[in-house]
């Protein structure tokens, strides 16, 4: 690892020198953190979101991993799907299936996918109402803040623009307080249609993972970690307002997304 640090409300900060030191030591987080809940609770529940960071999960496939990890007691569920076939290429459940599903052995039974099959906003309504009925039986835990779901792990990825899971700058789902899930259809990052956590539930998890590579993300990614001015509108920038109310957040940031962090101790960058 490039440098690490922990910086407010205990969030931490890992930043490698490539992206494949960036996989290793994410699929070592992932893991420890499947042993623990499997310990304390008996599951692991987490939420996947797509984009590239499916591709970093890679490692959980292999040696030691894919003989490690008790894949049976995982629960997989998604923290935002794109409202297309199971079979096309923008969704991110065949993202997953293709990538990491199939090569691992997780119960098909535990696999929470959204239904294709009928209109995004039905979608939502079910995949919600999935999750209530595990809550209800606490295979999902809950929060004792709120009632919100309380997953083991979200792990995110981050747009250019600062969005997460399918929550984008300015949008109207930012706002909502009482929904665990929500459906958008005017999407700025193709496809339009989508199914996302709201804010509350992505808070409200255990643990929170945003994963970041690439030059394109310097600048959301050091507004959303420095987030120096408090009187800025925040939901100009979602990845900022990501705030565990009583779970811990972990940037995993390859050196060309860390290239914009302003804030710097001796190249520990744990000054914040
Ligand atoms: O389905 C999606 O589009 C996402 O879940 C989205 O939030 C993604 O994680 C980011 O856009 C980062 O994607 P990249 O890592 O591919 O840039």
Same mark, same amino acid.
């Given at each position: 690892?490039?440098?690490?640090?922990?910086?407010?409300?205990?969030?931490?900060?890992?930043?490698?020198?490539?992206?494949?030191?960036?996989?290793?030591? *994410?699929?070592?987080? !992932?893991?420890?953190?499947?042993? +623990?809940?499997?310990?304390?609770?008996?599951?692991?529940?987490?939420?996947?979101?797509?984009?590239?960071?499916?591709?970093?999960?890679?490692?959980?496939?292999?040696?030691?991993?894919?003989?490690?990890?008790?894949?049976?007691?995982?629960?997989?569920?998604?923290?935002?799907? %794109?409202?297309?076939?199971?079979?096309?290429?923008?969704?991110?459940?065949?993202? @997953?299936?293709?990538?990491? *599903?199939?090569?691992?052995?997780?119960?098909s039974s535990h696999v929470?996918?959204?239904?294709?099959?009928?209109?995004?906003?039905?979608?939502?309504?079910?995949?919600?109402?999935?999750? %209530?009925?595990?809550? #209800?039986? %606490?295979?999902?835990?809950?929060?004792?803040? /709120?009632?919100?779901?309380?997953?083991?792990?979200?792990?995110?990825?981050?747009?250019?623009?600062?969005?997460?899971?399918? *929550?984008?700058?300015?949008?109207?789902?930012?706002?909502?307080?009482?929904?665990?899930? @929500?459906? !958008?259809?005017?999407?700025?990052?193709?496809?339009?249609?989508? !199914?996302?956590?709201?804010?509350?539930?992505?808070?409200?998890?255990? +643990?929170?993972?945003?994963?970041?590579?690439?030059?394109?993300?310097?600048?959301?990614? +050091?507004?959303? !970690?420095?987030?120096? +001015?408090?009187?800025?509108?925040?939901?100009?920038?979602?990845? %900022?307002?990501?705030?565990?109310?009583?779970? #811990?957040?972990?940037?995993?940031?390859?050196?060309?997304a860390a290239s914009a962090?302003?804030?710097? /101790?001796?190249?520990?960058?744990?000054?914040?």
């Amino acid at each position: 690892m490039a440098a690490s640090g922990e910086f407010k409300n205990k969030s931490e900060l890992r930043v490698f020198e490539s992206t494949d030191e960036l996989a290793t030591d *994410l699929a070592e987080y !992932i893991s420890q953190l499947s042993e +623990n809940s499997v310990k304390e609770s008996g599951c692991f529940t987490i939420a996947l979101s797509g984009g590239s960071l499916i591709s970093f999960m890679g490692k959980l496939c292999e040696a030691p991993y894919s003989k490690t990890v008790d894949w049976t007691k995982w629960y997989v569920f998604w923290a935002d799907e %794109r409202a297309v076939a199971k079979n096309h290429v923008d969704s991110n459940y065949k993202l @997953t299936k293709d990538a990491f *599903l199939s090569k691992v052995s997780i119960l098909s039974s535990h696999v929470f996918s959204i239904n294709d099959h009928v209109t995004v906003e039905d979608a939502a309504g079910e995949y919600e109402f999935a999750i %209530r009925q595990l809550v #209800k039986i %606490r295979t999902v835990g809950v929060s004792e803040r /709120n009632d919100c779901p309380r997953f083991d792990l979200i792990l995110l990825g981050i747009g250019p623009d600062g969005h997460v899971a399918s *929550l984008f700058p300015h949008h109207p789902a930012l706002e909502l307080k009482e929904e665990w899930v @929500t459906y !958008i259809t005017d999407s700025p990052k193709p496809p339009p249609e989508r !199914i996302t956590f709201t804010l509350p539930v992505i808070n409200s998890a255990s +643990n929170i993972a945003i994963v970041a590579t690439g030059e394109e993300k310097a600048m959301a990614a +050091n507004l959303a !970690i420095a987030g120096t +001015n408090e009187n800025s509108d925040s939901s100009s920038l979602p990845a %900022r307002m990501v705030q565990p109310t009583d779970g #811990k957040l972990v940037w995993f940031l390859d050196s060309a997304a860390a290239s914009a962090l302003e804030v710097s /101790n001796g190249g520990s960058k744990d000054a914040m």
